[in-house]
């Protein structure tokens, strides 16, 4: 037995129907869309990471190494 209650719905489903074959397809894809989300948070968080363990390390090359300046003059060690 089915109850309905007026005026109540979520998700776009109305409480105390079966959701349609459209609305657990809706359901899966907005769970796909929040993992991929945080997935995307977590691959920023670790390029903002890489990015700054790239800057140390570059600086500490060239401060045993060396460098070429902007202007394209060589920076001894």
Known sequence: MFV????M???GV???MEKT?????IERLENEI??????LFEV????KLNKKL???TTASNQEMQGYYDDDGNYVEP
């Open 4 to 7: 309905y209650y007026q005026g």
């Open 9 to 11: 719905v979520a998700s």
């Open 14 to 16: 109305i409480y105390g």
């Open 21 to 25: 074959p459209q609305d657990r397809i």
């Open 34 to 39: 929040e993992r991929l989300k945080l997935e």
């Open 44 to 47: 920023k968080g670790e390029l």
């Open 54 to 56: 790239l800057k140390e």
